[in-house]
């Protein structure tokens, strides 16, 4: 499996779920949106977890891990 590291100005600043989609905020502005449809362990979530995430190398969500 390759990874890469994060290049400068990639970094996340905030994540925001609603109930159709996935939002990433970066640092250099860009903004990322995903259908949540894509993620269904977040789409089957509740309000409460979809909130709880942290950032870490990416961003982990330790409420679903064993959703």
């Known amino acids: 499996m390759i990874t890469l590291e ?4 990639e970094r996340i600043v905030n ?5 159709d989609t996935i939002r990433v905020d970066l640092l ?4 990322i949106t995903a259908p949540l ?3 269904p ?4 979530a ?3 977890q ?6 870490g190398g990416g961003w982990i969500w330790d409420s679903l891990a064993g959703y």
């Open 37 to 39: 449809a894509w993620y």
């Open 15 to 19: 994540v925001c779920v609603t109930d």
């Open 46 to 48: 509740t309000p409460a």
């Open 28 to 31: 250099d502005g860009r903004t």
């Open 50 to 55: 979809r909130k709880n995430w942290q950032l």
């Open 6 to 9: 994060p290049k400068a100005g």
């Open 41 to 44: 362990r977040l789409l089957h």
